[in-house]
C-alpha cells in the first residue's frame, strides 16, 4: 500500500471526528512513513510497519474525548429549516424522555460499575480488619489457652486471606477497567462511524 492510499484509508475510517483531528493524524502517519522512508525502508514497507489502519483508528479513538465526537456529530453542518424545528418541537414529547432515559441509563451503568469495584475492596478491608480484631480478641479471651489459639489462627487466616483478595480484586479490577475502555471505545467507534 502506498502512503496516498494509506492516508486516504485513514482519512476515510476516521470521517466522524471533526476536520482538525482528521489532518493532525494525517500528517502525524504521514511524517511517521516520511521518517522510515528517509531512514531507507521503502514506501510499502514504511506503510506496512506503521501497523493496520484499525489499530491506528482505535488508537486515535481511544485518546479523542467523547465530547468532543459527540459535539461534531450533533452540531448541525447547516441551519435548521422551519420545518425542521417545528418537527423537533411538536417531536419533543416522544424523543426527549428517550435521549433522556439512555442518559440516566448510561450514568447507572456506570455509577454501578464503580460501586462494584468499591465493594470488592470494602470486603477485603474487612476481612483484613476482622483478621486484626480476632488476634485483639485472644488476648481478651477468658475461655483459656485453646481460645486464644484459636482466634490467633483464625486472625492469621483472615490477614492471609486478605492478602489473596487484595490482588485477586486487583484483577478483577483491572479487568472492568479494560472492559469499561472497550465498552467506550465501541461506543465512539458508532459514533464516529466511517469504513
Not at 514497507?45 to 484499525?54: K, L, M, R, T
Not at 480484631?133 to 490467633?152: D, N, Q
Request: glycine share 10%; no cysteine.
Amino acid at each position: 500500500m502506498t502512503k496516498q492510499e494509506f492516508t486516504q484509508q485513514l482519512s476515510n475510517s476516521l470521517a466522524g471526528l471533526n476536520e482538525e483531528d482528521i489532518r493532525k493524524s494525517i500528517d502525524y502517519y504521514s511524517e511517521m512513513i516520511e521518517d522510515r522512508m528517509e531512514d531507507g525502508m521503502t514506501e510499502e514497507d514504511a506503510v506496512a510497519a506503521v501497523g493496520s489502519i484499525e489499530d491506528i483508528r482505535s488508537q486515535i479513538l481511544s485518546e479523542v474525548p467523547m465530547t468532543r465526537i459527540v459535539k461534531e456529530k450533533i452540531t448541525p453542518k447547516r441551519d435548521f429549516r422551519a420545518g425542521e424545528i417545528v418537527l423537533l418541537v411538536l417531536g419533543a414529547p416522544i424523543w426527549l424522555p428517550l435521549v433522556l432515559t439512555v442518559i440516566i441509563l448510561a450514568l447507572t451503568l456506570f455509577l454501578v460499575f464503580w460501586v462494584i469495584i468499591m465493594s470488592l475492596y470494602v470486603v477485603d478491608l474487612s476481612v483484613f480488619i476482622s483478621g486484626f480484631a480476632s488476634i485483639a480478641g485472644a488476648f481478651f479471651a477468658s475461655s483459656g489457652f485453646m481460645s486464644a489459639v484459636f482466634f490467633i489462627g483464625a486472625g492469621l487466616f483472615l490477614l492471609g486471606l486478605s492478602v489473596l483478595l487484595f490482588f485477586g480484586f486487583n484483577q478483577v479490577s483491572g479487568g472492568m477497567l479494560y472492559l469499561s475502555r472497550q465498552m467506550g471505545l465501541g461506543i465512539k467507534k458508532a459514533f464516529v462511524g466511517g469504513r
